[in-house]
Structures are given as C-alpha cells and as structure tokens.
C-alpha cells in the first residue's frame, strides 16, 4: 500500500496510508482529511479522539477505529464516539509492548474485538467483503472510495418482514416497542451486529436471535445508543446557567426542593454535569434541596452511573476547579463527591411508554428524540408539557427542535435549545400512554401501530369527506356516537344554534326549537338499526318564522368508533310561514274556525297525525329506558349494599393493618436510625482503609477466592499494572510487571492450605520485592481469598551482596547463631583450616572437625566474655589441630541483633603461629 503524509483537503483513498505531520491534528468531513495547526491546550493533547470522533461523525456506521499498543489513554473516547455510531472497534491484546491505551479502551466496554495486528488485519480484510443482502446502503468503508456523510444519508432504507420480525422480537424480549424508533438507526445496528457475526442474511440473523439469548441481549445493548460526556457543548450549559437555572432559583423557599429530569441520562456524565451547573449557580451561600431524576433503559448503564467512577480520559473537559470541587481521587480515576451522588435517583423508565415524572422545574432531554419516530417525539413533547411545572424549563440537545409546538413552550435561548412551558391545560388524548409492548403480539407488524391515536380525529374526517362528496355536500354535521359535534360542514346556522349558558357542543342542545324530538328519533333508530334514516318536511323554527327542513342521519362505517353524519336540507319548495302557524292541531271545529281549506286542514292533520305518532315512539323509548335504568338502579342498590358490607369488613382490616403498620413502621425508624448509624461508622471505616492504604505506601492486592480482584492500593497499581476498571476482574486478566508465572498456583496453595508463603520476584526494571501471601480471613474466621503484599528489598539486597564480598575477603570468618550453630562461613575459614563448606554450615561449632574447636578458652569467650563484653578484640588462643598442628590466633568478635532469639555472633580467626615464631627467632 502507498504511504504518504496526510495534507488539508486531500480525499481519502482505499489500499492508502496517511500519516499526520508533525505537531499538527487530524479529522476528517465528507470523505477528505482536514490537517490543522493544535490549539493550545492544558494538559495533553488527545490527537486521536479527535480524529476517530470526527470520523463517527463523517462516516456514521461505516466508520472503524483500531487502537494499538501506546501509553496514557488517547483513542478511548474516539472509540466510544464510533461505536455509539454504529461503527466497528478494534484494541490490540496482550502483545501490545505499551498496552496502555488498549487496556483503557477495553476497560469502557467500547471495543468489539480484542486481537493480535495480525488478526485485526484479517478481519479488516473479512469486514470489506462483507455486504449483508437484505440492506441497501450496505457497502463498507474499506470496499470503494470513502463518502461523505451527506451521501451516506441519500442511501435508501430497506424494511421489510425480516425486520419487522427482528423489531417484534425485541419487543417480546425487552418489553421496548422499537418500532416507534427511525428505522435508520435500527437498521444500522443490525447490520453492525450481522458483521461481527459473519451473517450476511436477516434470514439467517433473526435464526440466530430465536436460538441465542446472549444476541438478543447484545442487540438490545447496541440499539440504546449511550452518546454522553461532562459539559458536552459547553455553551450551551453556560447558557443554561446564564438564562435558565436563576429563574428556577428565584424565590424559591429553602423547603421547596429544584426537581430536575434526565431522561436517557447513560452513564450518568450529563446528568452529573447539570447537577454541578446548578451548584455553581446556587453558590456557597443558598443550600435548596435538588432531587434528580435521571432515567434510561439500559440498566447496565445506570449502574456505572449509579457508581460515579470514571477514567480520566472521561474528564478532559472538566476544569482543575470543578476536579477539586466535585471529585475524588479514587484508584487512579475519579469518582462524583458523595454529595451530589445523593441528590440522584437512577431507575429505568422507557421513555415512550411509561407516564412522565411530574411537578418538574427543569427537564434536560439531550440527543434522544434524533432516534426516535416524529410521532412518538410528539407525544413525548406534550408528556414534557405535562411533566414541567408552570415555568419549567425544558433543554435539548442541538440537532432537537420543538417545531409544531410553539402553543406548548416558547424559547428562551432557541440557539442552544432552551425553552420555558407556556402554562395551559393539556387534553388527556394528547398524552396516550400505551400499554407495554410486551402484551401485544409478537406476530403484529410494528409498522402498523405508529400513529393510530394521533391519527384517529383525521380517519374520520377522511371518512365524512368521502361520504359528504357523494352527498353533494349539503349543509351537515360530524357527530361522535354521544352526540358530540366534532365538525361543522357548510352553512349550519339555518338549522343550530349556540344554547344559552354554558358553551357545549351537544347536538341535541344547539338543535333549534321543533328539531330535537324527529332528529333524537332518527339518530336513535339509525343507532339501532346501523342505516340511513331520513325525516322529511321537519317544521322547525327560526328567528320567529316557521320552516320546513329534511333531515337524513347516515352512520359511519369502516371505524373503530361509532360516528354519524347529520345532514340538512331545506325542501325546493317552500314557504316561510309566521310564527303564528299553528304548531300543533286542533279539534275539527277550531280548523274551521281559522278558515283554512280542506287541502291545507287535510295536511295539517297528516302533519299532526306524524308528529304525534313520532311523540308516541319517543315517550314510548323513554318508559323503555326508564324502566332499565329502574332494573339497572334496584340491581345497583343490592351490589352496594354488598358492597357496602364488604367495604365494612375491608375497614375493620384496614384498621388491623393500620395498627400493623403502626408497629411496622416504628420498627423500620429503628432500623433506619441503626443503619444510618452503621452507615456512619461504614463511611468513616471507608475513610480510615483508604487513608491507612495512602499512608503505608505498600503495595496490597486483596483476591477473592475465584482469585478475581477485590481492592488495590495505589502502589500495587502499577506494580501489577492495574486500573480501577480492573476491579472484579480475574487476576489472569492482568498482565503484571514482574515476572511470575507461579503467582496463581501459589495463591490457590495459600488459599487451600491456610498456610502462608513468600518469594522473592524481579520486576521488568529489574527492582527486587519480597511477594508474601496469605490467607483473607473474615471476621468470622472463614477463608474467603488471600492477602498479596509486595516490599521493595532493591536496597537490601544490594547491602547483603555487599555484605557478603566483605565477608568473603576478609580472614576466615564464621556467622554463628544464638545457638552457636554455623550459619555461614566463608572461603578464607574453609581453606585455612581444610574443611568443606557443605558440611560446615548448619553444623555445632563445637562439633566441627572431630571436635577440634571445642577449645575451653573459647567457650569461656562465648559463654561469659562475649555476651557481658558484646564484642571482643584480639583474644589470644593456643591449639593443637590435627590437621595444622598446634596454631597461635587471635579471635575477634562481635554480637548482632536484637533479644535471643534474633542475635548473631560474628567471629574471625587470625593466625599469627609464625609472627610469633618469627618474634621468637628476632628474640633469639
């Protein structure tokens, strides 16, 4: 492959490799390099976040990053940023020389594969083939010229069966209705999840999800996407703390605590951000209570949020003052202060199905509505809207909007998405909260439930539209299956009329006067027999005239609710007569008194004859409905006085339990009094370990009885090469540095036989440690893992080998024991007076050479002269040895150590048998 340094602007190419220049960062946008001078930065400079960061964003799923042997921790967060893409992430394994930054990689969870280069180049090699067949848009990054993200986004979509059946499938497994998320996004994840599998089917991919519960689990992990830091965007928390958090704080009462919500919070880093914002504006002097809400689905993700540990390679952009305000060092990391891990509750809520938190002064909903349907998004708007308080503050993350709901919320900084609730009442249809989507079916298309809700008022105004064309539009209404009037269509006044006193829409009551008993008739019938019903030559009255109306109900079909349809239509010919027409008939003689004609009389009576028998079937329905509702009443007042009884017996055992309770609850303000009491000397316990273990300086490993590591302290960090991501790892996982490949098996003997046992070990720098390890023994007495603790012996070593040169020059020389055993003599004694070393050392001094030392001058010099004197100097002594003959020395002594049994006697022996021959010869 070529290889040429990487300049501005130049378009990435395949079978290439580009190196940055020197002192200079790299990143990537549609597809071509951008090489730029670095900011001055505190601290050092992470060239490689910004890199892999750039290309998530540029190349979106069809991004890789691979992370090679180096030291500190660059490319973590670049790799993290990828992966939440939908990207593929490499770390090389052990036989990294410098495994630092793949180890701090790995410890996030972030990296799909852990491999030598020379596997990582293979599977490269195996992703670039690989072109799953049920997806369009699915070449990878390494097959062809690299696009720019804007072309990545023209590629289509497919959704077909296969995936329905993949959504329905985690819906069954995870009680998550994924359907009301982008496609895209799934879509994207399931492939990722094909290509780390080798799977080039949905066919074959949705076999292996029914077979294995550990897939599903790992989709499920993937498609929550977890894309967080602190202060991501940071102005738009300092815009947040500038424009919204002092209107929450203006006067509020020290008893009224700041509710805050964080949905989708993931690891806890914005969540834990918006808390520190809120100190800082609140300042030293007010201490309002904040209780935080923060919420997701993945509970693997609270967890590590619930802890508040993270590396730092996590806290690039939190400043050295916020470090010392709000965090500990802790084990090589840092960890949120206890005090503002105390203001959180961490639960899982879904977030499109489970009802809002409420009563909310502030809701911060960052980057989670961009994955899901438009019209969940809308439905979970109008959920905030409920959720705020009347001057709430809602935050969202910069690619969000609240587009279509300026009735709702009005914008106090619309740059960095700061809005504040417009106060108002939300109808209970705009919230629908649905039943969890584990109670559907798995079989149903998740395509088909979207919108039904948001849909259903447009189905039937669809559906009057149809039926209205055909009818030539005339004059009508659109009214629910109460009698609600959900649409007026053409000119209705003729024909309704507003009712005095309270606004209602009830057809019945806006009915002009002469309407109500023919039209409560034909809706009633058309009601009962499911078909169009017509009323011709109604006479109604209007402004004091009198008229003719026809008036046809035609119920609706084809939906789910019941719905009608109210036409009316004045006759072609017709006459307005005055009010003074008789509205209703009289005898025969009356006729004739107002002088009308026997045609108009003839009518008159027809009319009167309808209107009469029309009476008749009304008064006729409501003795029929008087007398269910009398049937329905007598039947409700035998179930409450059941449960009327029933409810008295419920109270005698409510008042039980309440005295239950009572007692109970008095037990647990005892408990909790005695566990805050307990949590108190745990913390302080906590704190004394913790700066008992700063204050040793000793490196202490403590292993559980699966040898996985239980705590550290931060000396044996590095000499075993640890992380505080290290915890509950087996210690197999760790590649320590000192050479030891018995470690464990000594540990499994400590462990097994309740012994203790030591060596000594050399580390990759060459330095000495005594290793000692012994049993963990718990208070009860039980074994339950084993203690390893490292002391540097570099120095002491190096004064025995010193030692032992001297004692090896010097004149012969023997190291005696309290016993007056040979510990060690040196080569000087054994020449001299021809003895093995062997079979000297461990041997009774008196009892060396046949008893040739068993002198009684010098028992008298160790028994009584050396221990009253505890050194001596040139003790003369005559002796006939059997191998030397009779030999003139001056031995010289000293006593070492502390108390009897740690003393050491050190003796030397200096022959002087022919100075003194020659002193005799010069006397002579």
């Not at 290439?16 to 071509?32: F, L, R, S």
């Not at 349907?373 to 905030?384: N, V």
């Not at 000119?491 to 309704?496: D, K, N």
């Not at 760790?734 to 018995?742: A, R, W």
Request: net charge neutral; with cysteine; charged share 30%.
């Amino acid at each position: 492959m070529r290889v040429r340094e990487a300049a501005d602007g130049i378009a990435v190419e395949p079978n290439h490799i580009y190196v940055i220049p020197p002192n200079a960062d790299i990143t990537i946008a549609d597809g071509a390099l951008k090489v730029r001078r670095p900011e001055e930065v505190h601290g050092p400079r992470h060239v490689i976040d910004g890199f892999f960061e750039s290309l998530a964003q540029d190349q979106s799923e069809h991004a890789i990053g691979v992370i090679l042997s180096g030291t500190a921790s660059d490319g973590t967060r670049g790799l993290e940023a990828i992966k939440a893409e939908g990207g593929i992430t490499f770390a090389q394994d052990e036989s990294a020389k410098y495994d630092s930054m793949p180890r701090s990689a790995i410890s996030t969870g972030c990296v799909d594969f852990v491999l030598s280069p020379k596997d990582i180049a293979g599977e490269l090699a195996r992703i670039a083939r690989h072109t799953p067949a049920d997806f369009q848009g699915g070449k990878e990054l390494l097959a062809g010229k690299v696009r720019g993200r804007s072309a990545l986004k023209r590629e289509g979509v497919a959704t077909g069966d296969g995936y329905n059946k993949i959504v329905g499938l985690l819906r069954s497994h995870s009680g998550v209705e994924f359907s009301l998320y982008k496609p895209a996004t799934l879509q994207r994840r399931i492939n990722r999840r094909m290509i780390l599998l080798k799977i080039r089917t949905l066919d074959a991919y949705l076999s292996r999800l029914r077979a294995d519960t550990a897939e599903r689990d790992a989709l499920y992990q993937d498609v929550l996407i977890s894309v967080t830091g602190f202060f991501r965007n940071p102005d738009a928390f300092q815009a947040l703390g500038n424009a919204a958090l002092p209107r929450i704080l203006k006067g509020r009462a020290m008893d009224d605590p700041i509710r805050v919500w964080i949905p989708g919070c993931s690891t806890g880093q914005e969540a834990y951000s918006l808390a520190m914002s809120l100190l800082e504006v609140m300042g030293d002097e007010a201490k309002v209570p904040i209780q935080i809400y923060a919420t997701d689905l993945n509970e693997a993700l609270l967890e590590r949020a619930r802890a508040g540990l993270y590396g730092k390679s996590l806290l690039q952009d939190v400043s050295s003052e916020r470090l010392r305000r709000f965090f500990v060092n802790e084990e090589g990391a840092y960890r949120v202060a206890k005090s503002i891990r105390e203001m959180f509750v961490f639960a899982k809520h879904d977030l499109i199905a489970d009802p809002p938190f409420s009563r909310m002064d502030l809701i911060s909903c960052r980057n989670v509505l961009i994955y899901i349907d438009p019209t969940a998004q809308k439905r979970i708007i109008s959920s905030f809207h409920y959720a705020l308080k009347p001057k709430g503050i809602l935050f969202l993350g910069a690619s969000e909007t609240i587009s279509g709901f300026a009735e709702l919320f009005t914008a106090l900084d619309r740059k960095h998405r700061i809005y504040s609730k417009v106060p108002g009442y939300i109808r209970p249809g705009n919230l629908p909260f649905p039943a969890p989507a584990r109670r559907q079916p798995v079989s149903q298309p998740a395509a088909a439930e979207p919108a039904k809700l948001a849909l259903r008022e447009l189905d039937v105004q669809r559906e009057a539209d149809r039926v209205s064309l055909n009818r030539y539009v005339p004059p009508s209404v659109l009214v629910s299956d109460d009698l609600e009037i959900l649409q007026f269509r053409g000119e209705t006044g003729p024909f309704l009329r507003p009712p005095r006193g309270r606004a209602s829409f009830d057809l019945l009551k806006m009915a002009r006067e002469g309407m109500l008993l023919p039209l409560r008739a034909a809706i009633n019938k058309a009601r009962k027999e499911n078909t169009r019903v017509r009323k011709d030559n109604v006479r109604i009255d209007q402004n004091g005239r009198s008229r003719k109306v026809h008036i046809e109900v035609l119920p609706l079909k084809n939906l789910k609710e019941r719905c009608f349809l109210v036409f009316f239509e004045s006759p072609a010919r017709h006459s307005m007569e005055q009010s003074s027409a008789p509205e209703t008939g009289g005898s025969a003689r009356q006729i004739a008194a107002r002088g009308l004609s026997p045609r108009v009389e003839a009518r008159e009576v027809v009319q009167l004859r309808e209107e009469l028998a029309e009476t008749r079937d009304y008064l006729q329905s409501l003795q029929e409905q008087y007398e269910a509702a009398h049937e329905e009443l007598q039947a409700s007042s035998e179930e409450v006085q059941s449960s009327n009884e029933e409810l008295q017996s419920i109270n005698e055992e409510l008042e039980t339990s309440k005295e239950e309770l009572e007692s109970t609850n008095e037990e647990l303000t005892t408990v909790n009094e005695e566990m805050a009491n307990r949590n108190s000397e745990l913390t302080r316990l906590t704190g004394d370990l913790n700066n008992l273990h700063a204050s040793v300086d000793m490196a202490i490993l403590l292993l559980g009885r699966d040898l996985r590591i239980r705590r550290f302290t931060p000396r044996a960090e590095k000499l075993f090469n640890l992380i505080p991501a290290d915890v509950n790892r087996p210690l197999s996982a760790v590649k320590t540095n000192f050479e030891f490949p018995g470690l464990e098996n000594l540990i499994s003997e400590v462990i097994s036989t309740v012994s203790v046992r030591g060596q000594e070990v050399r580390d990759r720098t060459g330095r000495w440690y005594s290793l000692r390890a012994r049993p963990y023994m718990t208070v009860d007495n039980k074994i339950d893992g084993a203690v390893l603790t490292m002391v540097d012996i570099t120095d002491l070593k190096a004064a025995l080998q010193k030692a032992e040169a001297v004692v090896e020059t010097a004149p012969p020389m023997l190291i005696l024991d309290a016993d007056l055993r040979v510990q060690k003599a040196n080569h000087s004694f054994c020449e001299t007076f021809q003895v093995d070393m062997a079979e000297t050392e461990g041997q009774y001094l008196y009892d060396l050479g046949n008893g040739q030392w068993n002198i009684p001058k010098l028992r008298t010099l160790l028994r009584e002269i050396l221990p009253r004197e505890k050194k001596i100097s040139n003790f003369e002594v005559d002796h006939e040895f059997k191998s030397l003959g009779l030999r003139t020395m001056l031995l010289s002594g000293r006593e070492i150590g502390w108390g009897e049994a740690g003393k050491t006697l050190l003796i030397s022996f200096l022959d002087i048998t022919e100075r003194k021959k020659a002193l005799k010869e010069i006397e002579r």
